[in-house]
């Protein structure tokens, strides 16, 4: 059995109308979820499959992050499939410093978080004070790494430069979704 703790406000997201999402991870996982709905605190128990047991903690982590149901679910489509989170405020100074970041990290009416989803092809939220990330290996490495970059102060325009780099070696090409 595992325990994980997510915020408050994101519990009714993991439970769902009626309890619609958590009936849906528990039988998609193969778990047992025990939500104490006070303290944010989910039991997580295997009672199928071990192995698919496993992406359940990740599951309701990302959903504690930020991520809609749907999203975190996508855990359980492959063996490589992963959700990473990177601490903002471990890299920040302060609040101002941190709200100065996520602002950098979403970018003007959020295009620079689509744009590290468009171009990876991963999952990125942001929430509070993480960014989570959910997506094969070589994306969420692509989204650490363009993160990293505004972080350290680089200018938009080499992240997305970068990101289309990375883009094209992910897809053998630079088609960014025009027909061929």
Do not use: C
């Amino acid at each position: 059995m595992q325990h994980v703790t997510i915020p408050q406000d994101r519990i009714g997201v993991l439970i769902g109308e009626g309890g619609e999402t958590m009936r849906e991870i528990e039988s998609r996982a193969e778990v047992r979820l025990d939500i104490d709905s006070e303290s944010g605190s989910v039991a997580v128990e295997s009672v199928g499959d071990p192995v698919t047991a496993l992406d359940a903690p990740d599951i309701v982590r990302a959903i504690g992050r930020g991520f809609k149901p749907e999203t975190a679910l996508t855990l359980l489509d492959g063996d490589l499939r992963m959700f990473d989170l990177i601490k903002l405020d471990a890299q920040t100074r302060n609040k101002n410093d941190l709200r100065r970041q996520k602002g950098r990290l979403i970018g003007e009416n959020g295009r620079t978080r689509e744009l590290m989803e468009e171009l990876t092809g991963a999952h990125v939220v942001i929430y509070g004070s993480t960014l989570g990330i959910i997506g094969d290996p070589e994306e969420v490495e692509a989204v650490r790494q363009a993160v990293s970059m505004i972080l350290d102060g680089a200018p938009h325009g080499a992240v997305y430069s970068f990101l289309e780099r990375k883009h094209n070696e992910l897809t053998g090409g630079p088609d960014l979704g025009q027909p061929r």
